[in-house]
């Protein structure tokens, strides 16, 4: 007798860095960091069914990412795999371990600074990892994601959280804040190993406010502006266009970009402010309101 179908769907969220800075290049090629990450109210969700019989897929909502083994949703369940090969008490079906079907509906868009990749590739992980019984542990999850990515253990955390080394090593934080916040990501993407390479012998902008910006909830700065100011002139033109209007608190690039975030002062102003910056920009940016989500919320 076969076992039945289970499916787990979840909400993968994605991130915004409050603060980033890029301390210098490691050993091992990746650059030394110190951030602070906070989850958004934006969220892909995604879906995952464990079957008996079969071969493992993965569908997308967004034909233009790859849905091969290169997606770092099939690199997580492959390393879950691997991690529990042999291990088959965790499976009600001994003779062979079960396919899996993941489907990713998109609304986080790829190359923002959001890490919508690497969320979705810890929420895989969360949910086979569910679905399998819980065979592993949270720090087992955390060394796997590592390996997958340096902002995959974040999307373990339910938390706010400070991150270290090449990012991967978290601190949960506490973080009561819930900010009203307007992301407009301009339209293209910007690789981040790209940004990081650039890093070192970039220069800072002429009239470009890059200095940290000391707010209630933390200071507010990221190294990354400058490599990808220099390149792409629109965003430092964004970032100083959200810091004149009159709802803005403060501006930043996410991560390695090209999303350009505003803490507004209320949700109320910030959906006034995402209209206005919808006109400003132009139909092919995207622009979206979001809130923070507290810990463990």
């Not at 090969?85 to 509906?105: C, M, Q, T, V």
């Not at 969360?126 to 253990?153: C, F, H, M, R, Y």
């Not at 100011?229 to 090209?258: N, R, V």
Request: proline share 6%.
């Amino acid at each position: 007798m076969t076992a039945p179908e289970l499916t787990l769907t979840l909400r993968a969220p994605a991130k915004i860095n409050l603060s980033l800075r890029v301390l210098g290049k490691r050993q091992d090629g990746f650059h030394a960091v110190d951030t602070r990450m906070v989850r958004l109210s934006v969220a892909d969700v995604v879906t995952v069914k464990r079957v008996e019989r079969g071969h493992t897929t993965l569908t997308c909502s967004d034909a233009s990412l790859p849905v091969d083994e290169t997606n770092l949703a099939l690199r997580a369940l492959r390393a879950f795999e691997e991690h529990t090969r042999g291990d088959r008490h965790h499976f009600s079906h001994k003779r062979a371990r079960p396919a899996w079907h993941i489907h990713l509906e998109k609304l986080i868009p790829a190359g923002a600074g959001l890490g919508g990749g690497s969320s979705d590739a810890a929420t895989v992980l969360k949910a086979v990892n569910q679905l399998s019984g819980a065979p592993l542990t949270q720090k087992q999850l955390a060394e796997i994601a590592a390996s997958i990515g340096s902002d995959v253990p974040f999307f373990l955390y339910d938390s706010a959280c400070d991150a270290s080394g090449r990012g991967e090593i978290i601190t949960p934080v506490d973080f009561p804040h819930e900010l009203a916040v307007v992301l407009v990501k301009a339209p293209f993407g910007i690789p981040t190993a790209w940004a990081y390479q650039k890093w070192a012998e970039s220069k800072e902008l002429k009239g470009v406010l890059y200095a940290p910006q000391i707010c209630p909830w933390g200071t507010m700065v990221n190294d990354l502006e400058r490599p990808v100011f220099s390149k792409h002139l629109t965003l430092p033109t964004l970032k100083m266009w959200l810091l004149d209007q009159p709802e803005t608190l403060a501006a930043l690039m996410s991560g390695s970009g090209s999303t350009v975030f505003a803490v507004a002062r209320s949700g109320v102003e910030a959906a006034r402010l995402a209209e206005r910056a919808m006109t400003w920009c132009g139909e092919t940016s995207w622009v979206r309101v979001a809130k923070t989500l507290p810990t463990n919320g």
